[in-house]
């Protein structure tokens, strides 16, 4: 079984609020087609969930937010949502919508309820979750973000293989002369941030990406304007990207 992250930055486009990057969307339905086992896509919030959470100072701290913000972002990532389900069927797959509310309970997952996102994967059809705005418990509400759930789920389920489709090509050494770092195990490289992101960006998802390879897990990050290259990780065939090699 395979996990793949749509990156927020590749389904919208983060600089401008609201704004969907239905070409990428379509890119990336497409290339799951050529992948002949099971899937899990999780995906982020981008110029949605992301817009609003700044606007509302929302953040993954349980904390008492203003409910109008809660609102808003729930319904933000099932606009966002709805429009990648579209696209998976338009190109013949079968997606099955899975709020993160189905398997998650306050900040802890339901593992019978994850076991369960495996035989619906196994079942030909596709789950599709999100990064969301959730219900804490004690008039509190929090920010679970795509990243974090990518690794609620690797740490139940042990897929064969974690990608992250970004909008780079990898972790880079250096960001100047974009040279990538093609390997990583163990050590943590420093990372510069973009600033409408709420959950941590690419530090954030660094640091899941390296929590699930001490599970044992490979993952990959990829970037998801070339979808292709997803493909072609899935396939064990050479590629371009940053591997965290599984401890």
Known sequence: MILIKFGGSIITNKEKPLSPRKKSIDNLSKSLKKIKEPIIIVHGGGSYGHYWSVKYDMHTKEKKYNPRGVAIVKNSMIELNKMILDSLLYFKLNPY??????????????????????????????????????????KKTFILS??????????????????????????????????????????????????????????????????????????????????????????????????????
């Open 97 to 138: 919508c899975l709020p993160p509310t189905d398997f998650m309970s306050g900040n802890k997952p339901i593992t019978k309820k994850i076991k369960e996102i495996e035989k619906i994967a196994k079942s030909g059809l596709i789950p599709v979750t999100y990064g969301d705005a959730l219900w804490y418990g004690q």
């Open 146 to 247: 795509g990243d974090k759930i990518m690794t609620h789920l690797a740490k139940i389920l042990k897929p064969r293989l974690c990608i992250f489709a970004l909008n780079e090509d990898g972790l880079y050494s250096d960001l100047k002369s974009k040279k990538l770092i093609y390997e990583l195990q163990g050590e943590l490289p420093s990372i510069s941030e973009n600033k409408m992101d709420v959950t941590g960006g690419m530090t954030r998802k660094v640091e899941e990406a390296s929590k699930i390879s001490k599970m044992g897990i490979n993952v990959f990050f990829v970037n998801g304007n070339k979808p292709d290259r997803i493909v072609k990780a899935v396939k064990n065939r050479k590629f371009e990207g940053t591997l965290f090699r599984s401890k």
